[in-house]
């Protein structure tokens, strides 16, 4: 089983990345949750997914909703923001 997760890139570490520092099992701040990352131990592997800058892009659609991700500002650290729509 795989779970998607949304985020940011550049030019801080990348989605990816960051799951890395935090859930590898050699040099993670949470190395005892590295099965996250592989989808070992029974967890959900976390299969990262890095949006571009630019327009918005649907990640979600079915028959009653749409879900848009896109770039928000925040300072100086890249972030997204998730709307609804129908």
Known sequence: MALQVLGSGGPFPGLEAWLTSLLDSDAGA???LSGFL???GGRPM???KEIASGPSVTVYKDA???IDVMHVPHGIVPAVAFK???
């Open 64 to 66: 009653d909703m749409v």
């Open 38 to 40: 592989d989808g070992t």
């Open 30 to 32: 949470y190395g005892y």
């Open 46 to 48: 976390l299969v990262a």
């Open 84 to 86: 609804e729509s129908q």
